[in-house]
């Protein structure tokens, strides 16, 4: 089993479409959590961390569920510049030093 | 400053030759990596190094060869590669959160 799994993608969506994005991760001892975007042959580029809390940054809104192990990643009114590949990522407590990457999901906001 | 600066950008080479790729960043942190990354697959960990020690190795050929001279820079030096090494190689740092990456080396082995 994967450490980290995520939605297949592409979504395909219209400007100004809300669109959601999930994660799962299986080992219980995670302790950070992020997602990253990443354009076309472009390095990742952090675009949140996960907080217990949840957190939103403007059209963006992250939540963690500890329980269900579980991560999303919402994003409103969309736009073209959104189109991208999302990325979530877990580190461990006992090995904070290595990042697990799921396959990430493309996104396709059309017009 | 949350730069990680990489050179070169491209790179072109041989199967012969021996190349080296560059990743510095000032930002302090303790941790560099090494990612390979594929068209279309998430980044795969090569090395992870810690405080200048290498600490994990994902058994990556010895063709693929890491140093890190000093807490701000971490080099990969090549040589005898195969043409399906040819990827994306991104640096990048953390302080035992977020991760940030270099714009990486587009490699082609030819």
């Known amino acids: 089993r994967k450490e980290v799994e995520q939605d297949p993608g592409p979504f395909n969506v219209p400007e100004g479409a809300t669109v959601a994005f999930n994660c799962t991760y299986s080992?219980?001892?995670?302790?950070?959590f992020f997602w990253y975007r990443q354009d076309c042959r472009k390095e990742p580029k952090l675009l949140m961390s996960?907080?217990?809390s949840g957190n939103e940054d403007g059209r963006f809104t992250a939540q963690l569920n500890r329980a269900s192990q579980y991560i999303s990643l919402l994003i409103r009114d969309s736009k073209l510049s959104d189109s991208a590949t999302y990325l979530c990522?877990?580190?461990?407590?006992?090995?904070?030093?290595?990042?697990?990457f799921g396959s990430g999901t493309k996104l396709n906001v059309k017009p | 400053d949350t730069e990680v600066t990489q050179t070169p950008k491209h790179l072109v080479m041989g199967m012969t030759n021996k190349k080296s790729l560059k990743c510095e960043q000032h930002?302090?942190?303790?941790?560099m990596y090494w990612y390979k990354q594929k068209a279309k697959k998430p980044p795969e960990l090569m090395f992870v190094?810690?405080?200048?020690?290498?600490?994990i190795n994902e058994s990556v050929p010895s063709r693929f060869s890491p140093e890190c001279p000093n807490s701000s820079l971490l080099n990969l030096h090549l040589h005898a590669l195969q043409p399906e090494d040819s990827a994306l190689y991104l640096c990048?740092?953390?302080?035992?959160?977020?991760?940030?990456f270099g714009q990486g080396t587009r490699l082609t082995v030819v």
């Open positions: 930002m302090g942190h303790r941790a």
């Open positions: 996960v907080y217990s």
């Open positions: 080992n219980s001892a995670s302790q950070s």
């Open positions: 990522v877990v580190n461990s407590r006992y090995n904070f030093n290595k990042f697990y």
């Open positions: 990048a740092s953390s302080q035992g959160t977020e991760a940030f």
């Open positions: 190094y810690s405080y200048e020690k290498l600490s």
